[in-house]
């Protein structure tokens, strides 16, 4: 078990443990190559501890944080992961949020937003930009090392050096244009970018991009022929682990289920063997096994079944966005 995991796994709440994992999970980049200063919820251990303190007491009593996050019209992760970290900004026991969302305007035309402003303990003023993106590492087979470029979203509409680059031209500097000078919001203002998520990779001994952080959270990715094949000889075998299609909304913290809903899904594996193997589109699956309680299934591990043909469309989506870069 990660120690990431021994964090969320203290807490009940499925949403509580969201927003444990968007504060303790390890940050996608380096802090030596992010390219700007990362942000920190804990500026030292007390503030780390008094962070799990709350979240325990939240844990007790989650309705002003389930009134604050869940929209059920909503299934935009990103707007998620914002009220998650709001709420904890409004209201945890470090820093102090003092705006949220903030636009920036050229007349009648919004040019961006600044998603968090806030103030630290020693009175630094901080404007945190979030980010959590989950890609697939495709690279082409030859080289070991990856590159930021062979990271693309499962649905092949976004890449990660584009969205470092955006973050880092844009984004980052919302706080430092003309516009927001306008908005009277005395500063001086430190950018810092809040990235998590997950990477996944097809062969999980390929050397990660030099940006990324050693201990960036990872999965695995496989075809739907791969997982049919490997799924079919582990059944067969031991019957010991279920797997459970991830709606997006539970792309966050690991989840745990009973021995009950572990022998259904077990059941209704050829059923989501013939699901996976029509799915047109990346569909992500964690997998759980039994731990020591008899009656408790942990997460093991998280991935992405692609279609066949993913593999391929996904290295040419790369190849063309490198040619208009």
């Not at 979030?130 to 890449?159: C, E, M, T, W």
Request: charged share 25%; hydrophobic share 45%.
């Amino acid at each position: 078990m990660t120690g990431l995991a021994r964090i969320v796994d203290r807490f009940e709440d499925v949403t509580v443990r969201d927003l444990a994992w968007l504060l303790f999970a390890p940050d996608l980049l380096r802090a030596d190559r992010a390219g700007m200063p990362l942000a920190h919820p804990f500026a030292d251990d007390t503030a780390r501890d008094a962070a799990l303190t709350w979240l325990h007491a939240l844990d007790a009593m989650p309705d002003a944080l389930h009134a604050r996050v869940r929209n059920p019209k909503s299934t935009r992760l990103g707007i998620y992961a914002e009220s998650l970290l709001e709420f904890f900004l409004a209201n945890g026991p470090s820093l102090r949020l003092l705006a949220a969302n903030v636009p920036l305007r050229q007349g009648k035309r919004t040019i961006g937003e600044c998603d968090f402003l806030l103030e630290s303990n020693d009175g630094a003023r901080l404007h945190w930009e979030l980010a959590v993106k989950f890609y697939l590492h495709i690279g082409d087979g030859v080289r070991q090392a990856a590159r930021l470029s062979d990271y693309v979203g499962p649905n092949l509409q976004d890449r990660f050096d584009v969205k470092h680059a955006r973050l880092l031209t844009h984004q980052m500097s919302m706080t430092t244009r003309p516009e927001f000078d306008a908005l009277d919001l005395a500063g001086p203002w430190r950018a810092q970018l809040y990235m998590k998520g997950r990477l996944f990779y097809h062969d999980a001994h390929t050397e990660p991009a030099p940006e990324l952080g050693g201990d960036h959270l990872r999965g695995w990715w496989m075809t739907a022929s791969e997982w049919r094949a490997s799924h079919d000889v582990t059944t067969r075998r031991e019957q010991k682990r279920a797997w459970v299609v991830q709606p997006r909304m539970a792309w966050l913290a690991s989840r745990s289920i009973d021995a009950k809903d572990a022998e259904r899904l077990i059941d209704d594996a050829p059923l989501l063997s013939a699901r996976l193997a029509e799915s047109v589109l990346p569909t992500m699956v964690a997998v759980y096994q039994r731990d020591g309680d008899e009656n408790r299934w942990s997460e093991e591990s998280r991935g992405f079944i692609v279609p066949d043909d993913w593999p391929e469309r996904a290295r040419a989506y790369a190849a063309a966005a490198l040619t208009t870069t």
